[in-house]
Nanobody
C-alpha cells in the first residue's frame, strides 16, 4: 500500500492554470502506475489522466486532452497534473490514485484525500 497526499488545489479564473501535486510514501513508488480522477458535485468519479511507472505511457479523458498534462518524478516520489486553460466544468474534487498494474490493468487501489479545484467564470 502507498499513502498519497495531494496539494495544489484552489480557486482559479476560467482560462487560468493550476498545478496539482501528489506526494507518495514508500520506496516502491516507481513501480506504480499513477492516475488522477475527479468528482464533481452530483456526478460520478471519472478518470482524468494516467501515467505508467516509467512515465512513457500517458492517457487522458477526451475533455482534458490538450489542456492537462500528467507527469511524475520517481526520484522525488511525486506525480503532477498541470492544468491549463481551465474551464468551469473542470470544477471538482481531484484525487490522486496508485495502481500496481496500470496501464496493463485498470486497478487503482490506493487513493489520496482529494483536493478541491474551483474554476470561476
Amino acid at each position: 500500500q502507498v499513502q498519497l497526499v495531494e496539494s495544489g488545489g484552489g480557486l482559479v479564473q476560467a482560462g487560468g492554470s493550476l498545478r496539482l501535486s501528489c506526494a507518495a510514501s514508500g520506496r516502491t513508488f516507481s513501480a506504480y502506475g499513477m492516475g488522477w480522477f475527479r468528482q464533481a458535485p452530483g456526478k460520478e468519479r471519472e478518470f482524468v489522466a494516467g501515467i505508467s511507472w516509467s512515465g512513457g505511457n500517458t492517457r487522458y479523458v477526451d475533455s482534458v486532452k490538450g489542456r492537462f498534462t500528467i507527469s511524475r518524478d520517481n526520484a522525488k516520489n511525486m506525480v503532477y497534473l498541470q492544468m491549463n486553460s481551465l474551464k468551469p466544468e473542470d470544477t471538482a474534487v481531484y484525487y490522486c490514485a496508485a495502481s500496481r498494474n496500470y496501464p496493463t490493468r485498470f486497478d487503482f487501489g490506493s487513493w489520496g484525500q482529494g483536493t478541491q479545484v474551483t474554476v470561476s467564470s
